[in-house]
């Protein structure tokens, strides 16, 4: 089975054959890949009435478990955004109702964020969706494929954590 980048990989080693396009195998099907599931991302995301810097902080605050709260630093952590953002993303979806914030019963100057039932529902509905999206695209790999896959990219990775 033959797709675009090997054509892309073939003109390259036609044209720099003193070149080794391996890596361009690897990352310009990577950065295909990537595309479609920034697509899927957004599509399974805009179904619920989200964005996905949206998700991002909802889906922290479900991960965390019920009651489904974290402080703004531990928010800043999971999302790696700016705290100056984190207030303003906080704002907006305070505003919308999948936030609320309280005091810090451990800290008299501190909030706590916690998801609301509408937030909870808007953030499992998008997850599903996307869960749903991701099963699309990874559907003709079979399970075992699927998880060589996952550890070679974990693999990838490992020097950037």
Request: hydrophobic share 45%; glycine share 6%; proline share 4%.
């Amino acid at each position: 089975m033959r797709d675009e980048v090997d054509d892309l990989v073939e003109a390259w080693a036609r044209e720099r054959d003193d070149l080794d396009l391996a890596g361009l195998a690897v990352f310009s099907r990577i950065s295909r890949l990537a595309r479609h599931l920034d697509l899927a991302r957004r599509e399974a995301f805009t179904a619920h009435g989200i964005e996905s810097w949206e998700f991002d902080v909802l889906a922290a605050l479900r991960r965390a478990g019920a009651p489904y709260e974290l402080s703004p630093g531990r928010l800043l952590r999971e999302t790696l955004v700016t705290s100056g953002t984190m207030t303003n993303r906080v704002d907006r979806l305070a505003a919308r109702g999948f936030v609320e914030r309280y005091p810090d019963p451990d800290d008299r100057r501190g909030v706590i964020v916690r998801l609301t039932a509408e937030g909870k529902s808007a953030v499992d509905g998008a997850f599903e969706a996307l869960l749903r999206a991701e099963a699309r695209l990874l559907a003709d790999l079979p399970a075992k494929e699927r998880r060589q896959l996952a550890t070679l990219l974990r693999t990838l990775l490992a020097p950037f954590a």
